[in-house]
Structures are given as C-alpha cells and as structure tokens.
C-alpha cells in the first residue's frame, strides 16, 4: 500500500457515460493484483471529502487505469479530469481474486454492468498462468458493452440488443449445459442483486465462486471500520469488505 | 528551532498533533504509510472489556464537508489488544494514549486496571459518549453527574494521565469541563462527533442502521472550535481539540482559542499522514513568525470575551 | 397533479417550502429574481420592537459547506417594517409568517401586539435564540423555562399560528418541543444556527466581532435532520424543518423524518430561487412516485427507533 | 439584477497570477454600469458555498469580463474553467460610481494591485462623456501591472521595476502639484490600506473621491446584512458594502 501523486495521461469514454482514467503510478501499477483497488481524493476542497475507490481495470508498465460510471459528485468530479491534473491515489487496497490458486482449471469471469472493471487485469494473469478462460457480461443495453481486453466474451443485455436478452447470470444458466468446462470457478464482480443471485446458482451447483463486493467505504484500509460484511459463521459476524475484501468467496458471506 | 514538545500530567509528548480515537486504528495498520514516530501520540481505537462486532452495515455516510459514523464501537477487546498490539507498539517512540470506552461505571474501571499492568501506555482517554446501560442506554457524556463519577471512580486507579473527552452533543460545554476538573482529570479531549442523521429518499429509510450517528470532519470545525474555546476558558487543566482539523491552520486556530494540543480524526482517512503534515505545518507557522514554542499559539488569541455571542444576538 | 399544499393553525399554506427568517429579507428584495408567490410562505427578517443596527463587522465568513453569521439582529424595528414593507407584501398573494425577536419577554409581547392590529400576516415565528437581558444575556433559547414563558405569555395575545423557533444548542430539543407544545404552541421550527467559531491565525483574532456566532448551510443538515426528527416524534404539533437544506432531496429528507414543511435559509444566498426549485423538486419526486399528496411523505421514515444511536454506540 | 447561466468563452493569463475571465452574458452585458460587480457561484459542490464578487473589467456586446488572482479555492476553481464551462452570474449589483455627475471635469482613477478592475468601464464611460482622464496605477511590482484598455496612464510599483517607485498615493501626490487637473475628482479601487491613505489625502486637498471597497460578501444583493460598512453620520451606523456600495464617497465612511 503505497500513496502515489499521479499524473493524470488522460480520460476516454469508452462506453454510453463509462470513462477509462489513465494516470502515472509506478508503484502501484507494477504491484496491483487482478480485484485490487485503489482509492482516489477526488476534490482539493471538503466536499466531497472522502476517497472514490475503484477497481484496477489495467495497469501496464507505470500506467494504470480505471474504469467507472458518472453516478455522482466523485466520479464527476474525475470524468472532468485532464492530462493537467495530478491525483492523489492510495492502493493497491484489498485482498485480490485466488487466481493463483491451482483448485480450478477454468475461469469463468463475470461482470455485471461496471462489475466488467477487474477482468481485464484478471484475464491478464489467469492466460499467464494457462488457464482456460470464459467471459460473460451483462449490460443494460449494447451501448454500455465494454468488451475489450477480454478473452472468448459471450455477452447479454436487459433490452436484447446484443447478445442474449436477460442477465449475465440467465447467460450463464443457458451456456453452463452446453459447454465443457473442467472444473470451472467463478470470479465475478457487479451489482449487489446480480451476485446475490450469481451465488445461488454456483452454491446450488457447488461451482465455487468468488465475488468482488461494492459499499461505502471511507478509509479503504481498514482504520474506520466503516465496511462491515456479514459474514455465515466463524469466529466473528462481521469482515471488513476493504481488507478482508472486497473479494470474498460467496460462501463466507451473507449477502 | 522551534520547540515542539509539551507535556499533560508528567507525560511528554513530542509535538501537538496527535492521531484521534477511532480513526487511526490501533497504531500498526498504518505504520507503511506514515512514520508514526512523528506524531505527537497515537490515541487508540476505543477499547471496551470484550470484543465488540460493531453495527451493521451501513455504518458510514459521507455529507456535505463531512461524515456520519456508526461503528458501534467494534473493538477487539483490551486482552486481545494487549496479546495483538502491544507488541507493535513497544517497536515505536511515540507516546500511546489508550482510549476506554464502556457501558457501565465498572467496566471503565476494569478495562483500566488491565491496562495498568503494562508500561507501555502513556495514559487513558476516556470515551464518555457511550450508552449508559443502567440508565435505559442514554450517553453518559450528556449527564453531568455521570461523567463526574466515571472520572472520580477511575483517577485513584491510576497515576498516569486521565483525559476525559467529552461530547459536543450539550448546551454547555464548560459545565462538563469543570465537573471532571473537578474529579482529578489531568485534561480534556473536546470534542466527540456530533449526532447527525441521513436518509436514503428512495428506500425512505435511514441511511445508517442505527437511525443516527456521529458527525465528524471539517463541516464540525466551527462548532468544535467554539465548544474548545467554551471549555478552555472555563478550567485550568488542558484541552486538547478535536473537530474537523484538515490543515495545519485549522490545528493553529484551535491552538490560538486555548487548546493546548489537538487531535486529527477523520482527514486521516483521507491521507494517513495528515496528522505528521499537520504538525510540520504548525512548526512552520511558528518559524515564519518567530515563535520560538509552539505553546505560544496556546490561547494567543486576541479577542474581547464580553462581546461573545453567548450574549450577544446572532 | 399532486396536492402540495397544506395548513398549520387553520391558515393555508400553497407548499411546503418557505424561506427561512434573516435570508430573504422582508420578502421584497428578492421579487426581481424570483416569483415569491411560488414559495409556500415568507418568513421575514426578525423583527425587533426598535430598530437595531446589528453587529459590527466581521459579521460572516464562510466554512466548509457552511457559513458564520453575526449579524446581530440587524432589523428596521416593527414600525419601519409596517409603513416600509407592508405594501409591498399586500401586493402579493404567498403567507407571510413574521419572525419575532426581543430581549424580554414583554418586548416579544409587545411586537406581536403591533402585528396583530395588521391583517395581512398568517402567522408569528418567534426566535427564542436571543440574549435574555434579564438574566445577564443568556440565551432563552437554552432556558426550557424562558421558552416556555415566552409561550405561554404569546399564546393568549393572538389566534393566529404561533410557531416557536428553537435552537439545536441544547442536549435534548424534545424537551424544548414538549415545553413549547404544552403552552400551546401551534407548530416548531427547527433549527437556528449552531454556535460555532472561526480564527483569523494571522490576525490572532476571532474572525467575527462578535467572537462567536451562527453556523448555517449543508455542513449543519445531519445534525438539523436528526434535531427534527427528535423534535416530531416528541410532539404531535407540526414540526417545520430547516438546516443546510440545498435540493429537493435534502428537503425530503426532512418531510420522511417528521417535518411537515421546511424552511430554505442559507442556500438563498446562494441562488435566490432555491426554495421555488425546491418546491418544484419535491412535486416531481411525488409525481415520479406516484404520490398524490405531498403530505404523504410526512413522517414516512421507515426507521426502526429502538435502535437509534441515542441508545446504541456511536 | 438578473441571475444567468453564462458560457465561459475564455480565461486568459494576462499578467503575473492574473487573470481575465470572459463569459457570454447579454443582460449583464447590456445593463452595467462601471464599478459595479457581479457575484459568481464557482463551484457544483457545497464547497466553496457562497459566490465570489467580483467588479466588471469590461463589457462588450454580449461578454462580460471579470479579472482576478488567484487567492484562494474560489478563484482557483475559477482559473481552472474553460469553454466547456458554464458559470451562474449573478447580477450587475451594487451602486455604480457617479461617473456621469456634472460636478467634476477631470476624472483621475487610481487602482491599486487588481483596483484595476472597475477602471477599463470606467475609462470607456468617462471617454463617451468628454471628460479628462489621468490614470494611475500601483502594483507590486512590473510583471502584476495591467495597463491594457485604460488611458493616459502614470505608473508605480513597490520595486521600482517600472514607472516611480512607491504606492499609487505616493504617485498621485507627486503628481499632483506637477498637472493642471481642471476640477477633478478621484474615483478608487484597492486594498483598504491604500484606500485609507489615500482617501486622507483627498480629504486634506478637498478633491472629491469615491472609493470601490472590497470585504466578505454573502449575497451581495442586500439580503444576508453581512457586509455593514461603517457611516461617519447620518441616520444609520452602517451601510451595506454590497447595495450602497461597493462604490462609496470616501467623506461618508470610516474605513
Ligand atoms: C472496492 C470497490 C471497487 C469499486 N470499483 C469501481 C469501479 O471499478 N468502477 C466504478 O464505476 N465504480 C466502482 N466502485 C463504486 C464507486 O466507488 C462509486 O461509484 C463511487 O464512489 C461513487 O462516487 P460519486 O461521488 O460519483 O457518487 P456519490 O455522489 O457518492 O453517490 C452517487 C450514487 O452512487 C451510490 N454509491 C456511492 N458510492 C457507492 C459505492 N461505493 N458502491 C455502490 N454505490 C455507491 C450512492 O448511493 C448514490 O446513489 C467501487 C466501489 C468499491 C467499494
Ligand atoms: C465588490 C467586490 C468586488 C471585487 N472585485 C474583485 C475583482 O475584480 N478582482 C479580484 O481579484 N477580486 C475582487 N474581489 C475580491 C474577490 O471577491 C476575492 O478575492 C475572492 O472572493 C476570493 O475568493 P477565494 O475563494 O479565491 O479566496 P478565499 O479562499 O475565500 O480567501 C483567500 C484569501 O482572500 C481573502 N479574501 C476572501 N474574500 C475576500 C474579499 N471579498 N475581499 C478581500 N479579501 C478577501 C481571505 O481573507 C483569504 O485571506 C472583489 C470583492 C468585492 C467584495
Ligand atoms: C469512523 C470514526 C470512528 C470513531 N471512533 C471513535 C472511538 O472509538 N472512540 C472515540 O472516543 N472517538 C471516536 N471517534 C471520534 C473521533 O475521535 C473524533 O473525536 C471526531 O471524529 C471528531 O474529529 P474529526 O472531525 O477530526 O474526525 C470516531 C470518529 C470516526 C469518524
Ligand atoms: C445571515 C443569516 C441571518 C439569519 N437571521 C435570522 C433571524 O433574523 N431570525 C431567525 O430566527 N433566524 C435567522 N437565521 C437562521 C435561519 O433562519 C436558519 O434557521 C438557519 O440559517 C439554518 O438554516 P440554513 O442552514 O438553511 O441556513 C439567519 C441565518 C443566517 C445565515
Ligand atoms: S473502509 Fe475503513 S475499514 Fe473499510
Ligand atoms: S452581502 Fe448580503 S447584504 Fe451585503
């Protein structure tokens, strides 16, 4: 965890309001592992006063990038970013996705809407490391698809315009029959209804699965105790999502 | 070289910017990021007898220039904290203020005397904003007899510094200041976070799921400032002052109303280091203007008392 | 169409959104940038029974998300008001509330007096934040008794709506509530301003003259949300909202909590015909919802009580 | 008094940390009068949260021009703003100076440091009137100096890096005995220092002089009572810098 002054390179819409931001950070860029974070001051002034944490959604020699959704005051203030800007960016934070792990031969990376934020960096170590891989995104509507960066994508929207019409997890329901996966595990990442879902079904089909969860956070470190995640049993009720997660196998958690 | 140092009850503290109960951990979680040797003291998360989980979620909120917590005081416990964090914490210079919190009169007074067996610790912060349990769970901190008992009950256990850190959340502050002078405390930590409340309109629910919570961050700093000088004027003893201190003026203007040093809460959530940024930027001030001590700044401040707008009209 | 009016002590107000007293002058000032009569009523600056010059300067400086003001009451006194700014306000049709201040009691008493010889105002505010010259300048505010005095010496003198004005500097506002209530007060405003304080370090001085004075705007809204929400739930009388309220989503914020209307203060300054967006904000949301009433919000919390931080930890 | 939503057309660097600020704006444009001001809202969020004033440098057809330092983190947002911006004006507010008054024939304005502001309006009104003009300005030092849209214009700075070495009163009174000003009258911006001086020395030589005063503003149009300004006599102790000001006759108040 190291607190980088970055330089901003620059901020692209990749998407219908989906904005990539580049900005220079060699220390962190060069040690983020695939479902890590970083979080970013966003504002000079008091408001808004806390930190934006946002998944690492690539990071290449001294460069990392990030990708998010004009939702509100924070992330607006970032869409307004410019290669005249420094950011002071705090990370990597956060336990990563077990992509080391040897329990799985196949991958398969689900992302929901944003969710799509830690696969590219995933997919980047899981071919490294010669695994089979499977990508499937769920969006609202095709505008909002961001397929790059990602391997052997199958992909749905709400409104059918591209892909199969309904949910990442219908398009996971339907393709999981046809398909031959050896011992496949799941690593997903996106709304909180869509994993809450996403984790029923791989628990009913004992897939093991693990998910990146999102909540307010305001120190992202593990200081304030302000991300409780309710955890199904063990020692103590609660884990902190920005230390003990956010990745966290579905299993452990309530969610 | 301006001096930075100063000392409360026997205890010297190596410059006037200490690290808040509650918003730096229990000292180690940070120590990659910031040198912790450069603060004044580390004040410890608030520690109860036994573990506490906490509340559920959500516990935090952010709002304008500030934020609402309810953490339901989760702490690990004073055993624990002694088997898990001590150890950190001998490897360390600066002093450790550890901070009590508890639900009954006697459990302040059985988590101290666990305390009391460890040199490490460079004295006690009291949490009085805690839920009274014999009285149907309102706060101690905004009963006056109360909080004088907890501190008469706890000042003979101890030799080392008692600091009461009172509540904002009362019509007079100094009432409070002067009942724990009173009693024997060495100081006053002033102030706690502010009950505050947010809702989610579309759940139409509160946001935090304990309905209310704390207000802390730079949106208190106004008030926090007026409750130190309100407390400072009324007792002898020192306060150190809380609320909302982001920058290294902020710190000074809690200085210059009579506080003797202050603490930094919530912008270390923001950068871990605001605390070490904060006291270099006091030094500096004072280098600049030819203070050769930093407790020159401590009640500097000119101002004609009488036209107070406690008696005057808004 | 939603229904977005409604009524306190029998006098009709056309919505929920006033205009805070001391921020909107005597209503005329701001009729070149806004159309008053879509406000649900104007609260006027505090009148006094003399004129009063107010504060000297520094009588505001601004905080994060918030401001100090001191201005001191600064007032044309009630005649002035009459001859200078009743015709103006027969000119149009929105209620106009009178906001009074005094320093005894019998000076509140003899404000209301004037006003009542006058047909066009809908109702009495009245600001008990004011120093009580009797009792050395404290605040009435502070002084549950005084509060209640105040009430039960208005109460007889007029039958229009008498609204008490209280100020969250005090530990518990639901005792304030319940005094004021049982000397038959027909409805609550709250909050006035927190008392708060800023430094001039570079002077060494307080920033305002007055040392202390009110703090105001967004920073204050969790601490007035939570202040009304204990307000309403301690009262059966209508509860009028006001604290940092900016969007329509702050105001209903303070409708779910208890409020039956709410008051736009600082934000005036900001942009003259917030509590007009507002208004129309808070309609959209109901039309978007489907709710016919805006009156339906009212109170519409879904909270569980039992676990306020009144009674947990924070 | 109007309030409009204004499209930033520029901000241009014109002298050391010194900039102008123009922003399309018809209604201000058309109706203000020199040393008036407007009160402009800087940032989205609530902090900063009240307005920044600022005097009208210029007004052509459908612009405005406001010129300022940057000081704090309202003109620091206000720096940062580009043709992508629009910002919420409000205005013209305020008491303008007497410039169409009979009872002088020689205008002399004085501006010290950004006192310059009101002075290009002024000089463009003064001109379309006949009236002489003498100019005199006082900075810090050359690389602060604004001289552009003014005439006949005598300098100092404290330096002595361009034009006498010294104040602006310093200047003025060293001119003074050396030109033949038929009946002339002061009009003056800067800080109170410079004003207090030089308002002494008006008053001594009987020359009339109004003066444009600058200090803490909530509304500026006279609602919030926040910026009182102390009256020698008269029937009130205080005016409000905002509506009876910010232009005053220097004989009224006591600075
Ligand atoms: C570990 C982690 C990783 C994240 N990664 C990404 C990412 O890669 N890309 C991305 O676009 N977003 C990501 N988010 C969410 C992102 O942090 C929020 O969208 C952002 O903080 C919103 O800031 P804002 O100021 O724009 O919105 P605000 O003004 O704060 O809020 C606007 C709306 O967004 C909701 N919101 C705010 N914060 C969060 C949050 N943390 N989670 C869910 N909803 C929130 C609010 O309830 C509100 O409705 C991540 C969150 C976490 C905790
Ligand atoms: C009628 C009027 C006209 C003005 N015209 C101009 C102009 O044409 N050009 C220009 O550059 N400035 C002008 N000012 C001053 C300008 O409004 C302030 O410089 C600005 O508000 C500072 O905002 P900030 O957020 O950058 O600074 P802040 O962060 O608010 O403050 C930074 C520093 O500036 C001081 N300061 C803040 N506001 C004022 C103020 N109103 N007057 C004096 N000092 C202040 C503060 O005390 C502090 O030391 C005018 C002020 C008034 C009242
Ligand atoms: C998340 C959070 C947790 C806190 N926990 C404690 C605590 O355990 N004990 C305590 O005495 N104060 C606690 N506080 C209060 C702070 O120590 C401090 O008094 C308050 O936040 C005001 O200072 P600030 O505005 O600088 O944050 C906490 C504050 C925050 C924001
Ligand atoms: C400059 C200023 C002047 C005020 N004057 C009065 C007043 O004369 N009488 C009164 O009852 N309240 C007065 N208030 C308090 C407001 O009416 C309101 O209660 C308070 O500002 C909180 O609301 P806000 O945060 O929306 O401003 C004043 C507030 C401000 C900022
Ligand atoms: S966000 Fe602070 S502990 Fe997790
Ligand atoms: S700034 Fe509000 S009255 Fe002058």
């Known amino acids: 965890m190291v607190q980088e002054q970055s330089q901003v390179i620059s ?230 999502m920005c230390k003990d997660g956010p990745v966290f196998d579905i299993r452990r958690i309530s969610l | 070289m301006t001096k930075t140092s100063f ?54 909120v952010e709002t304008p220039s500030g934020m609402l917590n309810s953490i339901g005081l989760a702490n690990i416990g004073v055993e624990r904290f002694i088997t898990e964090k001590l150890p950190f914490l001998e490897t360390i210079q600066c002093p450790v203020i550890v901070n009590i919190a508890a639900s009954t009169v006697d459990e302040y007074c059985a988590v101290l005397d666990v305390l009391e067996e460890h040199s490490r610790f460079d004295g006690y912060e009291i949490n009085v904003s805690c839920p009274n349990v014999k009285e149907g769970g309102l706060s101690f901190g905004t009963d006056r007899v109360m909080t004088a008992e907890i501190t008469r009950r706890l ?43 947010a809702v989610d309109v579309q759940k139409r629910k509160p946001v935090l799921s304990t309905v209310t919570g704390g207000l802390s961050g730079p949106a208190i700093k106004p008030v926090a400032l007026a409750k130190v000088y309100e407390a400072s004027r009324a007792v002898k003893i020192p306060v150190i002052g809380i609320g909302g201190i982001r920058t290294a003026t902020d710190a000074i203007e809690f200085l210059m109303v009579g506080a003797t040093a202050v603490q930094v809460g919530t912008m270390n959530f923001v950068d871990p280091s605001a605390g070490v940024t904060i006291a270099e930027g006091i030094q500096a001030f004072c280098e600049e203007h030819g203070i050769p001590d930093t407790g020159d700044l401590v009640g500097s401040l000119d101002a004609r008392v009488d036209s107070s707008v406690l008696t005057s009209w808004l």
């Open chain 1, 11 to 240: 901020v692209s819409e990749v998407a219908r309001n989906t904005y990539v931001l580049r900005f220079h950070s060699p220390r962190i860029a060069r040690s983020v592992l695939a479902g890590q974070f970083v979080n970013i001051a966003v504002a000079d002034d008091c408001d808004p006063l806390l930190r934006r944490p946002f998944s690492i959604y690539r990071a290449h020699g001294d460069t990392c990038e990030i990708i998010f959704n004009v939702v509100g005051k924070g992330t607006l203030a970032l869409q307004k970013k410019s290669s005249r800007d420094v950011v002071n960016v705090l990370g990597p934070l956060g336990t990563p996705y077990s992509l080391e792990s040897e329990g799985f031969m196949t991958a398969v990376l689900v992302g929901g809407g944003l969710g799509v934020a830690p696969l590219p960096l995933s997919t980047l170590i899981l071919r490294n490391k010669g695994k089979e891989l499977v990508t499937i995104l769920g969006a609202r509507s095709s505008e909002y698809l961001v397929e790059q960066h990602l391997e052997n994508v199958h992909v749905s929207t709400d409104d059918g315009t591209k892909g199969m019409k309904g949910t990442a997890v219908d398009l996971l329901a339907s393709l999981l029959p046809t398909q031959r996966w050896k011992s496949p595990k799941i690593f997903a990442c996106g709304p909180t209804g869509m994993l809450r879902a996403l984790g029923k079904f791989a628990v009913d089909r004992n897939i093991p699965c693990e998910v990146s969860l999102e909540g307010p956070m305001a120190c992202g470190f593990g200081i304030c105790q302000g991300c409780p995640v309710e955890l199904v049993d063990g020692r103590s009720r609660y884990a902190l």
């Open chain 2, 155 to 197: 000042r003979p256990r101890t030799k080392r510094p008692l600091i009461m850190k009172l509540t904002p959340n009362v019509a007079f502050i100094s009432e409070f200041a002067r009942a724990v002078e009173a009693e024997g405390a060495d100081a006053i930590s002033a102030v706690n976070t502010l009950i505050g409340m």
């Open chain 2, 7 to 60: 000392s409360i009850g026997g205890v010297q503290f190596p410059n006037r910017v200490l690290v808040a109960s509650g918003t730096f951990g229990y000292g180690d979680e940070c120590s990659s990021l910031v040198d912790v040797n450069k603060l004044g003291a580390i004040i410890t998360k608030s520690l109860s007898m036994n573990p506490r989980e906490g509340n559920p979620p959500t516990r935090i």
